[in-house]
Every structure is written in structure tokens, then in C-alpha cells.
């Protein structure tokens, strides 16, 4: 679920894209295309920092080896066990 929403959310951002650079472009200004430019890479390096922090070794690893599906069903009989404490001798 959490790669489905950034996924989204990343190409949602990226979708404007064109439009943002095209009206930098229509300025006619080189500064302004460079504002740009500057803005593509702090992204770009923000990115990488998130990275540092969250990422999580998945080379050539299936996904239920990194994090158990939402739809996995539980062991039933050791969750809903009581805990009952040992009869005093």
C-alpha cells in the first residue's frame, strides 16, 4: 500500500512537470530555466536523503521476504491465547 501511495503521489507531481518547464521556458529568461534546473536537483538530492534514512536492502528479494502482506492470515491460536498466570503451589 505504501509503494502505491508514493507512487502515485510521485507521478502526480511528475505530471506537472512538462507544464512548469514550459512555462519557464515562455520567459524567455535563462535565469528562471536555471531556477528550475536548481529546483529538479534539491529534489532529486532531498530524495536521496529520504533514502539514506528509509530505504531497506530489497536486492533480488520477493517482497514477503522484506514485510508481511496486509492480507496474510494470523495464527489465530497463539493471538487470541490467554495469558493465565501459574497456579501457586
Given at each position: 500500500?505504501?509503494?502505491?501511495?508514493?507512487?502515485?503521489?510521485?507521478?502526480?507531481?511528475a505530471?506537472?512537470?512538462?507544464?512548469?518547464?514550459?512555462?519557464?521556458?515562455?520567459?524567455?529568461?535563462?535565469?528562471?530555466?536555471?531556477?528550475?534546473?536548481?529546483?529538479?536537483?534539491?529534489?532529486?538530492?532531498?530524495?536521496?536523503?529520504?533514502?539514506?534514512?528509509?530505504?531497506?536492502?530489497a536486492e533480488?528479494?520477493?517482497?514477503e521476504?522484506?514485510?508481511?502482506?496486509?492480507?496474510?492470515?494470523?495464527?489465530?491460536?497463539?493471538?487470541?491465547?490467554?495469558?493465565?498466570?501459574?497456579?501457586?503451589?
Amino acid at each position: 500500500m505504501a509503494i502505491a501511495l508514493f507512487y502515485s503521489a510521485g507521478t502526480g507531481v511528475a505530471a506537472l512537470s512538462p507544464t512548469i518547464f514550459g512555462a519557464l521556458i515562455a520567459t524567455h529568461s535563462r535565469t528562471n530555466v536555471n531556477y528550475g534546473y536548481l529546483l529538479g536537483a534539491g529534489l532529486m538530492i532531498a530524495a536521496g536523503i529520504v533514502a539514506v534514512f528509509l530505504a531497506v536492502p530489497a536486492e533480488r528479494r520477493a517482497l514477503e521476504d522484506i514485510a508481511k502482506p496486509f492480507t496474510a492470515a494470523r495464527d489465530w491460536t497463539t493471538s487470541k491465547r490467554r495469558r493465565v498466570a501459574a497456579p501457586a503451589h
